[in-house]
């Protein structure tokens, strides 16, 4: 079982272009949330996506948006990128939206805005 | 709002000593209650859950969490650390509703000396 795999681990992108960040989720999962860390901090929800519909969103400008494909996998977009956006994105995949099911990270992809 | 507190940045424990990671949160209601690890490097891997029940609950690796709802707290321990648990440690809380939205503290880091 690979698990929840994302690509590309590393990227570097110029302020203002835009960026997209791609998460496959664990084998049978049909749930992916998308998460930031900043430097020192711990993950911040940016939304959810389940049966291909955004579920819930958090307090994330409308620069960051997403898609999920019948197959469960997702995108992360970000537009007009700014240096604040510098972080680590995880995703997260998980079987159904409820609580009692866990979650599974993968390790991140590292964007740096210069 | 949900919210948790990780009061304690960094944590230095001398290999074989016993360890107490400090969480607590605020939420109106009853909260599920995480506890996740983070390696250099690495996504985020659970370490254990609270949902209901009984109130000390087990988890990977030798950890266990007591859950005190008077105190708001959901502190971590381990009774001998080993130096391989040096990383960063994550509380989180989730609303007891049927989705699944981490709300994550700071984070603490544990360095263990030999």
């Known amino acids: 079982d690979a698990g929840v795999t994302q690509s590309p681990t590393h990227l570097i992108k110029t302020r203002g272009q835009q960026v997209t960040l791609r998460c496959s989720p664990k084998?049978?999962?049909?749930?992916v949330s998308w998460y930031q860390q900043a430097l020192g901090q711990g993950p911040q929800f940016i939304f959810q996506y389940y049966e291909e519909e955004e579920r819930q969103r958090g307090n994330f400008p409308d620069r960051f948006s997403g898609h999920q494909f019948p197959n469960y996998s997702s995108e992360l977009n970000v537009n007009a990128l700014l240096l604040g956006d510098s972080a680590l994105y995880l995703c997260?995949?998980?079987?159904?939206?409820?609580?009692?099911?866990?979650?599974?990270f993968g390790q991140g992809t590292r964007l740096t805005v210069v | 709002a949900q919210s948790v507190t990780q009061p304690d940045i960094h944590i230095t424990v001398s290999e074989g000593a016993s360890l107490e990671l400090r969480c607590n949160y605020s939420?109106?209601?009853?909260?599920?209650l995480f506890w996740y690890v983070q390696s250099p490097g690495q996504g985020l891997q659970l370490l254990l859950k609270?949902?209901?029940?009984?109130?000390l609950v087990q988890g990977i690796k030798g950890f266990e969490a007591e859950f005190k709802r008077s105190q708001s707290s959901f502190n971590l321990r381990k009774p001998s650390v080993h130096w391989s648990d040096a990383a960063e440690y994550f509380c989180a809380v989730a609303m007891n509703t049927g989705f699944q939205k981490l709300v994550f503290g700071t984070g603490t880091r544990l360095l263990v000396s030999p």
């Open positions: 609270y949902f209901s029940g009984d109130t």
């Open positions: 939420y109106g209601a009853t909260p599920y």
């Open positions: 084998s049978g999962h049909d749930t």
């Open positions: 997260a995949s998980s079987l159904g939206d409820s609580l009692g099911t866990e979650a599974f």
